[in-house]
């Protein structure tokens, strides 16, 4: 009789469910219409860049420069606006260097091979960078009112639905739509499960990995633009917290191999709402942040084992990709 083998993320799917019922029933103020609302909207930003993360740790690859890309074209949005630039031109700039951002990324790791790791960390440290010492005046780039219109991004609502829940589902919809309905879709998913097939069978490695990393950037921008919308503001030094490892928390606790070329939106999903949920049963216990990282990062060890033990590399498919 074979024994019954559980997936990641039938297990991940079995500790949220526990971890919801707990605090439903022993959490005061917890199972209320008020927090789930706040739960889902303080993680939908989480949620999209777990979305952007995906789409390269699919293709065996990681960005450590996602938190710059949520930061710095946002900020530069709102620095433009307030220097009396139209809100288009703002935008369209914006957008501009996020593309600009991605592809330089992906032209690092595809056709110079530096390893993801490296490239983005530096890539990341350097418009982190840019960002503060030339193009803001202050850490918090304000609001102004040339912006009017674009706070409903972060504030409005749709039948009683806050929406950045909204951006976070239309994200969900439009990468898995890009995932399994496109043929580049499936070449990130060959390429995650064996470069040097994908390579002999003909399918353009490279491009495809530039096009990940420019995906990646532009999704980060689009919730660095969630997020202003929603604190009226942008704290441009966000790049140096501890964002970066929730991102990667949620696409590995979700189930996505780091290994490549397993898994996908749901497993994000999944991800996102057992970090949502841990933090904001954290938050109600009180537990200091300190604490909270503690028990984050002890989470991730637990993660990253798990998908050691439940995606193994083998000779064969580890020659390449290693992040």
């Known amino acids: 009789m074979k024994r019954m083998k559980l997936t990641q993320q039938e297990i991940v799917l079995a500790v949220f469910t526990a971890l919801f019922l707990a605090f439903a029933l022993f959490l005061p103020g917890f199972f209320t219409a008020a927090n789930m609302l706040s739960l889902l909207q303080n993680v939908a930003v989480l949620g999209i860049l777990g979305l952007a993360m995906a789409i390269v740790v699919l293709g065996r690859g990681i960005d450590i420069s996602l938190i710059a890309a949520l930061a710095v074209p946002p900020g530069l949005l709102l620095q433009m606006v307030q220097d009396g630039h139209s809100l288009f031109a703002s935008v369209a700039t914006a957008l501009l260097l996020s593309l600009a951002f991605g592809i330089v990324n992906g032209w690092l790791i595809a056709y110079a091979e530096v390893p993801s790791l490296f490239a983005t960390l530096a890539t990341g440290l350097f418009l982190a960078g840019v960002g503060q010492a030339s193009l803001f005046s202050i850490d918090v780039v304000q609001w102004s009112k040339g912006m009017e219109g674009f706070q409903n991004l972060g504030q409005g609502s749709i039948l009683g639905v806050p929406t950045p829940i909204i951006m976070f589902a239309i994200s969900c919809a439009a ?57 009226n503001s942008m704290p441009t030094r966000i790049f140096n917290s501890t964002l970066i490892y929730d991102v990667i928390l949620v696409v590995v606790l979700g189930g996505i191999g780091l290994s490549g070329g397993r898994g996908g939106v749901v497993n994000v999903i999944i991800g996102t709402f057992l970090i949502g949920t841990l933090l904001n049963g954290m938050t109600i216990m009180d537990v200091p942040y300190a604490g909270q990282n503690l028990i984050k990062g002890v989470v991730l060890l637990l993660a990253v084992i798990t998908d050691s033990f439940l995606n193994p590399r083998n000779e064969e498919t580890a020659q390449q990709g290693d992040i």
């Open 175 to 231: 990468v898995a739509f890009f995932l399994r309905r496109t043929r580049w879709g499936a070449y990130i998913y060959a390429i995650g499960d064996n470069p040097n097939a994908a390579r002999v069978t003909g399918i353009p490695t490279r491009p495809i990995v530039v096009l990940q990393y420019v995906l990646a950037s532009l999704i980060g921008c689009f919730a660095g633009f969630v997020m202003a919308a929603s604190i």
